[in-house]
């Protein structure tokens, strides 16, 4: 079994693309195993979470000492729940991406008898005042046997800084291309790095191969799924329409629900956009109580196939919200990666209540927001809003759509894409 080791810090983009490209790779006999350094507990959850909905294999770390640190915890046997039944192994940082769908044995079948190393790049290190210019194997993707890769040695134990990671790639005397010398053996590069089976994102000189990538790794078409806003508004300017035209996915309807009459002229001035993607219900009664009552009037109207009758997910919140303009996009796509998915939310959001502060979001009360939370519809229909009377009953809606469907199945999706205003 070949084990694909992919360590990543706090990009989840690059490693929802690993995934992605996993997929459609040749990856008989091979593991995916995800090494996370953490920084906090909330990216921590999402990683978790991600790697679970999608039965991919995760070990988080305190990050500490980068890349190379966890290549020698894995060497040295300290780094808990690492695998130990493999025969080769490839170690790949997050933002190196695969080039080809038979990488996995391009690697591997380069290894020999003599060759116990086959990389993605063997490059002179670069000459400057404080580096001495030596043939070095860059870690951001090599391919070992079990046999050589547990007779790694390093330096510093443990590794810590930068300085420490520089010592074991490519500074000093006893660097991982030494090692490999010194037990007579050799390491390769496995093809010209033009062309290599491995794209590091990060060459500036390799930009051009983003278009490569996804020619052999097309993205999938942009989903046609209609979000449904359900938004409460009272004598006021709705600022979300702003946002909401200028989402990349226009795939929506706005239904703004007014807190009783109005005076103001509001339906005149949704009548003037013209857009048969907004609603405008004023309800004949003002009740108040933060709307709650509206809002579960709305859902009602929902289940009884009286309103929103052809979205696929609904949110309900405020028309004061404000939306990235990729909101839409990103939430559709993060909770269609997941098949038993119900619900997505943004990691983050900015709160009126924190002078605009930004809040680590999680699915607990305090931590959450009405607004910041797309459910499916028929699960938002099917649980309802039940509390009218309560300040927190956008959290008591969630919760009872988590008891019902379960927590594990709210997908975060990573960035500020909303702010309580």
């Given at each position: 079994m070949t084990l694909v080791v992919i360590v990543v810090f706090d990009r989840m983009q690059n490693i929802q693309e690993w995934v992605r490209c996993w997929s459609m790779c040749e990856t008989q006999n091979a593991k995916l195993l995800i090494i996370n350094n953490v920084e906090n507990e909330t990216s921590k959850s999402?990683?978790?979470?991600?790697?679970?909905?999608?039965?991919?294999?995760?070990l988080p770390h305190d990050n500490v000492g980068y890349?190379?640190?966890?290549?020698?915890d894995a060497v040295l046997g300290r780094l808990e729940g690492f695998p130990t039944d493999f025969d080769n192994i490839i170690w790949v940082t997050d933002d190196t991406l695969p080039m080809r769908k038979d990488f996995i044995h391009t690697f591997t079948n380069a290894l020999s008898d003599e060759v116990v190393v086959s990389c993605m790049e063997l490059p002179p290190t670069q000459n400057n005042h404080s580096v001495r210019a030596k043939m070095h194997i860059r870690t951001t993707g090599f391919c070992m046997s079990k046999e050589?890769?547990?007779k790694l040695k390093f330096t510093k134990d443990p590794i810590v800084t930068k300085f420490d990671c520089y010592e074991f790639e490519h500074m000093g005397d006893k660097t991982f291309l030494d090692q490999v010398q010194s037990w007579g053996k050799k390491a390769i590069q496995v093809t010209d790095i033009n062309v290599s089976p491995l794209w590091d994102m990060g060459r500036p000189r390799q930009a051009k191969r983003k278009a490569e990538h996804y020619k052999l790794f097309p993205l999938p078409k942009q989903s046609d799924k209609k979000i449904a806003f359900v938004c409460l508004i009272y004598n006021s300017y709705p600022l979300i329409l702003g946002t909401l035209l200028n989402q990349t996915h226009q795939n929506w309807n706005l239904i703004l629900v007014h807190d009783g009459p109005n005076s103001t002229g509001l339906k005149e001035l949704i009548e003037f956009h013209n857009d048969k993607r907004i609603t405008y219900i004023e309800r004949p009664v003002r009740l108040?109580?933060?709307?709650?009552a509206q809002r579960q009037w709305a859902l009602q109207e929902m289940k009884a196939g009286r309103l929103a009758n052809d979205c696929d997910y609904v949110l309900v919140g405020n028309a004061d919200n404000w939306y990235s303009p990729v909101f839409c996009e990103r939430m559709i796509t993060e909770i269609e990666k997941h098949p038993n998915a119900v619900a997505a939310y943004t990691?983050?959001?900015?709160?009126?209540?924190l002078d605009w502060g930004i809040i680590n979001?999680?699915?607990?009360?305090?931590?959450i927001d009405a607004g910041n939370v797309m459910i499916k519809r028929e699960c938002a229909v099917s649980v309802g809003w039940n509390?009218?009377?309560?300040?927190?009953?956008?959290f008591l809606y969630f919760k009872d759509v988590m008891?019902?469907?379960g927590s594990k199945n709210f997908i975060p999706v990573k960035g500020v894409h909303f702010s309580h205003n």
């Open positions: 999402a990683y978790q979470s991600y790697c679970s909905q999608v039965g991919v294999a995760y890349d190379i640190a966890r290549l020698q050589w890769f547990y108040q109580n933060w709307g709650h990691q983050q959001m900015l709160h009126s209540y979001c999680k699915m607990v009360q305090g931590y509390y009218v009377n309560e300040h927190s009953a956008d008891n019902k469907y």
